[in-house]
């Protein structure tokens, strides 16, 4: 299994452009979400989904879409690019399986400026 | 979910335990205590977990505290690869949603 991938690693905005963060997993998980990172704020989660046709917002949502058209797929949408969402993007996934509801896999990461 | 407190940054010398502590004095009864690390770079990758039994696999054990307000994840021989960012969570371990709301960590460095 490739488990959690992320395209692109790097990616330089320009203020007001838009983009799509790309996120796949092949573990046929349920669960799959979305982080951004800043030094000294740990993880906050932006948005998240249950299963394919079901998302919901977390912690910071603002700024960002996302849908779920597939259980391998849950891209991130940024519609209007702003220099405060230079951050780096994790997208994790998680799968319902009893002994496995703890195990939260995440991708290497997207590391986006925003100029 | 319960919040939880953890020390900004701890230095451990390579090859003695590191012990991590956490506080979650409002943890619930149905809440688990779990931890995650992040090496520099990469995703976080899961360690551990537990509910009021101290649990131990390859990676790292955990103690918690008979009233479940704190814990400790302890990492027997800490090796240069074990400087990471460490999370302690606490949450539901069933969860109808996937809201796992990570803080700040503490920055482990292990010193040669």
């Known amino acids: 299994n490739a488990g959690v991938t992320q395209t692109p690693k790097f990616q330089v905005l320009k203020t007001g452009q838009s983009m799509t963060l790309q996120c796949a997993q092949d573990?046929?998980?349920?669960?799959m979400s979305w982080y951004r990172q800043d030094p000294g704020m740990g993880l906050r989660l932006i948005h998240y989904?249950?299963?394919?046709?079901?998302?919901d917002q977390g912690e910071v949502p603002n700024g960002y879409n996302v849908s779920r058209s597939t259980t391998e797929d849950f891209p991130l949408r940024l519609l209007s690019a702003a220099p405060s969402q230079t951050s780096v993007y994790f997208c994790?996934?998680?799968?319902?399986?009893?002994?496995?509801?703890?195990?939260?896999?995440f991708g290497p990461g997207t590391r986006l400026t925003v100029t | 979910d319960a919040k939880t407190t953890q020390p900004t940054s701890m230095d451990c010398a390579e090859g003695r335990a590191a012990n991590l502590p956490c506080n979650h004095s409002?943890?619930?009864?149905?809440?688990?205590v779990y931890w995650y690390r992040q090496i520099h770079s990469q995703g976080p990758q899961y360690i551990i977990h537990g509910l009021k039994n101290n649990e131990t696999n390859e990676m790292a054990s955990l103690i918690i505290t008979e009233d479940r307000k704190s814990s400790t994840l302890i990492l027997p021989h800490a090796t240069l690869r074990d400087t990471a960012v460490y999370y302690c969570i606490v949450r539901p371990l069933k969860t109808s949603y996937d809201k796992v709301i990570f803080g700040p960590g503490t920055s482990l460095s292990v010193i040669p």
């Open positions: 573990m046929n998980h349920e669960y």
């Open positions: 409002t943890i619930s009864g149905n809440e688990y």
């Open positions: 994790a996934s998680r799968s319902f399986l009893q002994g496995k509801l703890y195990e939260q896999y």
């Open positions: 989904s249950v299963g394919a046709g079901i998302t």
